[in-house]
T-cell receptor, first 109, second 114 residues
Framework: GQNIDQPTEMTATEGAIVQINCTYQTSGFNGLFWYQQHAGEAPTFLSY??LDGLEEKGRFSSFLSRSKGYSYLLLKELQMKDSASYLC??????????WGAGTKLIIKP | NAGVTQTPKFRVLKTGQSMTLLCAQD?????MYWYRQDPGMGLRLIHY???????AKGEVPDGYNVSRLKKQNFLLGLESAAPSQTSVYFC?????????????FGDGTRLSIL
């Protein structure tokens, strides 16, 4: 079967750095997406990786290792507004997204 | 810039009632999707469409029907609502289904079945 694993919840301090991990087992791989979802709102696109390595976008970076079935989202200089759920999703061989349950990130002052 | 608009935002139904959820997008996207989101689970695909007049089943299609009569609209129907269908429903759209085209989501419909 297809499976995406992420930690359920993480806590970090304002101004610090946090790394959210995602491991996956899917039938085929056509890229990995990270989305941010604030409580009661829609998921919004953060990043996309299809090749191994690090993609940097401002305070957010995403890393992929296809051989290990592993990705992480790195958030730097954490702000209170970063409190949200972070969803990892893999595009499988049928170009459908398989979603993880999400990681709820709590930022403390 | 509206993006993806879902109506209604909230609805309470009784078991056995029917209803239709409407999704509209103004980005000229070919692909549209209906997901449900339940606590502790990832988004699950109900049905999707790769273009006007076409629909296909996703991971959890039972109890739902869809139609895509116009490119910009994607309707999700519940013919006979059941308490197990209590969920938050999200519509999404994308230009293409492949590789780096992200899906854009509506704000969701919170549906409770009593």
């Amino acid at each position: 079967g297809q499976n995406i694993d992420q930690p359920t919840e993480m806590t970090a301090t304002e101004g610090a750095i946090v790394q959210i991990n995602c491991t996956y087992q899917t039938s085929g791989f056509n890229g990995l997406f990270w989305y941010q979802q604030h409580a009661g709102e829609a998921p919004t696109f953060l990043s996309y990786n299809v090749l191994d390595g690090l993609e940097e976008k401002g305070r957010f970076s995403s890393f992929l290792s296809r051989s290990k079935g592993y990705s992480y989202l790195l958030l730097k200089e954490l702000q209170m507004k970063d409190s949200a759920s972070y969803l990892c999703a893999v595009m499988d061989s049928n170009y459908q997204l398989i979603w993880g349950a999400g990681t709820k990130l709590i930022i403390k002052p | 810039n509206a993006g993806v608009t879902q109506t209604p935002k909230f609805r309470v139904l009784k078991t056995g009632q029917s209803m239709t959820l409407l999704c509209a997008q103004d980005m000229n996207h070919e692909y549209m999707y209906w997901y449900r989101q339940d606590p502790g689970m990832g988004l699950r695909l109900i049905h999707y469409s790769v273009g006007e007049g076409t629909t296909a089943k996703g991971e959890v299609p039972d109890g739902y029907n869809v139609s895509r009569l116009k490119k910009q609209n994607f309707l999700l129907g519940l013919e006979s609502a059941a308490p197990s269908q209590t969920s938050v429903y999200f519509c999404a759209s994308s230009y293409q289904a492949d590789s780096n085209q992200p899906q854009h989501f509506g704000d969701g419909t919170r549906l409770s079945i009593l």
